[in-house]
């Protein structure tokens, strides 16, 4: 009986600011390795075609759907989960601001959501209406909560800019 060949190296990633080593394919999706090796529940499984947004990872400040990026990709760039952005003890204020507008119902589309929010404030701390649907018209929400979650990156802005006052007193 022949043996399967094995393409499996180690690769390592900085993840939430940590480097981490994992044996796996270069072809491996990155979802998969974030989710099944470092355990990371933040991007989740949608389509598996980069078309809904749930597995939204910031790669170097930049919203990448993990679902579709291979892991070889990550090398030697930060990718940051919804995990590298704040906890329970201590969210981020776009966390928070989807906390108080009450931004979910089944809440699968959040990660998305979440990370694309932060990779828009990023670039733009103060972006209009139209600016935010562009920012999120990739990601799906199947429950509808769109108009919470408008609200919630209006406030998210707000936190983030009152934050960014704050550091300049």
Do not use: W
């Not at 389509?47 to 939204?56: D, F, I, K, N, R």
């Not at 119902?105 to 670039?123: E, F, P, V, W």
């Not at 609200?151 to 006052?165: G, H, I, T």
Request: proline letters at 5%.
């Amino acid at each position: 009986m022949t043996e399967p060949v094995s393409n499996a190296q180690a690769v390592t990633l900085t993840v939430n600011g940590c480097t981490r080593t994992v044996v796996t394919e270069r072809s491996t999706p990155l979802l998969y390795v974030l989710r099944n090796d470092f355990e990371l529940n933040g991007p989740k499984y949608g389509c598996g075609l980069g078309q809904c947004g749930a597995c939204t990872v910031l790669m170097n400040g930049g919203a990448t759907r993990s679902c579709v990026v291979p892991v070889a990709a990550a090398i030697g760039r930060e990718t940051t989960t919804l995990e590298g952005l704040g906890d329970i003890h201590a969210p981020h204020p776009i966390q928070r601001a989807f906390i108080d507008e009450q931004a979910a119902q089944c809440g699968y589309c959040l990660n998305g959501m979440i990370m694309s929010t932060k990779a828009l404030l990023d670039r733009n701390p103060d972006p209009d209406d139209d600016a935010i649907k562009d920012a999120l018209r990739f990601n799906l929400c199947r429950c509808g909560t769109h108009l919470e979650i408008l609200a919630a990156v209006r406030r998210a802005a707000k936190y983030v800019r009152d934050e960014m006052r704050a550091c300049t007193r």
